[in-house]
């Protein structure tokens, strides 16, 4: 049997992602087993098995296929060397929500994500995972807040931990009601106003109040 080339090897890879994205969402990612992603691909278990380790594997490989480009995306924002990081964190958190929005293959992969992926049994694994993914997300947009805060783009008042805990919230909040019921408004045409109304929210923070002084004892 000759020995396939990198591209045929890639190809039969895609193959199988392609499978595991389509058998993940008809039937969630539990109720979902290798000799029926197998199946779909029009290829053996063995295939799967020669690229990856186990059902977690593969569903890994199907997420990173669409979250690294995004995550890319938010990297950018956090690096700090940006003239204007302000704009640079609005702009980068909108289009994560627009390319869901007008990408069928990212809506589905973020539907299995959040709706139909249970963390349990094999796929208990994926959940340190996704953990650790978001954690390095908070992290780039905590950074990005930081910059802000530090050019005055953004009032001292705000705590950036807390404006990219709000941000990520934002984002995945609307992201995983919006693939469970698509039709129920529209993701693209509000996006960039969500976005704005949570950045001015931020730029109006108020400060801390300062904590009230003790009375002094009066000598006796």
């Keep these: 049997m000759a020995r396939k080339t990198k591209a045929e090897a890639q190809e039969t890879r895609s193959r199988l992602l ?39 594997e593969l569903f890994e490989a ?8 995004l995550e890319g995306v938010l990297y950018s924002a956090g690096k700090g060397a940006h003239p204007d990081p302000l704009s640079l964190l609005k702009l980068s958190t909108t289009d994560v929500l627009l390319r869901t929005a007008r990408d069928k293959h990212l809506q589905r992969v973020f539907d299995i994500a959040y709706n139909k992926c249970e963390y349990v049994g094999d796929a208990a694994p ?7 993914s978001q ?41 995983a009601n919006w693939v469970l019921a698509p039709k129920r408004f529209p ?3 509000h996006a960039e106003s ?10 109006t923070t108020p400060a801390p109040a300062a904590a009230p002084k003790k009375p002094r004892r009066k000598r006796t």
């Design 187 to 189: 993701l693209a045409r």
């Design 126 to 132: 994926v959940r340190e995972r996704h953990v650790a």
């Design 18 to 56: 392609d499978a595991a994205e389509q058998v993940f969402h008809e039937h969630g990612v539990s109720g979902s087993s290798l000799d029926e992603i197998a199946k779909a691909a029009g290829l053996t278990r063995g295939a799967i098995y020669w690229h990856f380790k186990d059902k977690a």
């Design 194 to 203: 969500l976005v704005e109304t949570y950045f001015r929210g931020l730029a």
């Design 62 to 69: 199907m997420m990173d296929r669409v979250t690294l480009p």
């Design 135 to 175: 954690q390095d997300c908070l992290r780039q947009i905590e950074q990005g807040f930081k910059a802000c805060v530090a050019i005055g783009a953004l009032p001292a008042s705000v705590h950036p931990r807390e404006a990219a805990v709000g941000a990520f919230a934002l984002v995945s909040g609307l992201i």
